[in-house]
């Protein structure tokens, strides 16, 4: 199932995308519903298991009636909204990626460990919102198209044959990142964390729907030259890997939103270095789950 959500007049509304590019209103079907039902994704997420067979049983009342709208005509948001909490991200999780980054910034030691850090929230954006940036906040704007994971049901000191099962479902990010921001100041939040700049979505794809997360392809194209073209069975940390981890330390919940990293062909490791500049268009998308477009514009001061 693919999930997403899109603005209305009465606020934030999620949805369902059923055949021939039709959504159905999950709010509006779950207003019109006798029990009380969810009327938010992250809503939805937090019932875990039993919510995509609820969400399947929901969409099936739906008809052709005016809860089902054409996707066509919907401006898709970022599928949960405002996030409850910073997205986890995990840094050089791609041999390749630690290859071209060791040429422009020198040595690297590859990871016996995940390397984490996180995105403030205010930093995620829409599918196919703008991403406005100005040269005080950075010169150096780059792109790295990422598998996000969203977590479904809670967990603590998770085995990794059980990590899988603790996933509702997986999304396209891209960590956009300012790298003089980042590499100037020898740490990486905020060069991670420029407002509104790394879109996410167009959708949640439940992980029913994703037999094998660990064979996706990902692309990405700036002014539609493909720059980075890689598969998820190269990470040097599995998705499996990451949330043992991470539950070692921390009590996973529903929402929660895991970025596991780039693969090569980011701009730093171009020859030269290649940047973001308004006027670009980038276009991020993993096999399945959608494709992102956001313009790169000035901000406007």
Not at 250 to 271: F, H, K, N, Q, R
Request: charge should be negative.
């Amino acid at each position: 199932m693919r999930l997403c959500s899109f603005p209305t007049d009465d606020g934030l509304h999620a949805g369902a995308v059923l055949d021939d590019d039709l959504v159905a209103d999950l709010t509006e079907l779950a207003g019109a519903h006798s029990g009380n039902l969810p009327r938010t994704l992250l809503d939805w997420i937090g019932l875990g298991d039993e919510a995509v067979e609820r969400l399947t049983d929901l969409c099936a009342s739906a008809g052709r009636s005016h809860i089902v709208r054409s996707l066509a005509d919907l401006q898709l948001t970022e599928p949960l909204g405002r996030l409850p909490r910073n997205v986890i991200c995990v840094g050089a999780n791609y041999r390749e990626h630690i290859e071209e980054s060791e040429e422009a910034v020198g040595p690297l030691d590859l990871p016996d460990e995940p390397v984490w850090f996180t995105k403030d929230v205010r930093s995620i954006c829409g599918p196919y919102d703008d991403i406005a940036t100005s040269d005080k906040a950075t010169g150096q704007l780059d792109w790295e198209v990422e598998l996000a994971v969203v977590i479904g049901r809670a967990g603590r000191n998770i085995d990794p044959s059980e990590a899988l099962g603790h996933v509702f479902g997986y999304a396209v990010l891209n960590d956009v990142s300012a790298r003089d921001v980042q590499l100037g100041r020898k740490q990486w939040w905020k060069g991670k964390s420029l407002e509104l700049s790394s879109p996410f979505g167009p959708y949640i794809v439940t992980r029913d729907e994703v037999p094998d997360p660990q064979n996706l392809e990902l692309c990405c194209w700036v002014d539609g030259v493909e720059r980075q073209h890689s598969n998820t069975k190269l990470m040097i940390h599995d998705i499996a890997a990451l949330i043992s981890d991470l539950s070692r330390t921390l009590t996973l919940e529903p929402g929660d939103v895991i970025s596991t990293g780039t693969p090569a062909g980011v701009g730093l490791g171009s020859t030269p270095p290649q940047w973001l500049r308004p006027g670009t268009v980038l276009e991020s998308e993993i096999t399945g789950l959608g494709r992102q477009r956001n313009r790169i514009v000035p901000e406007v001061e």
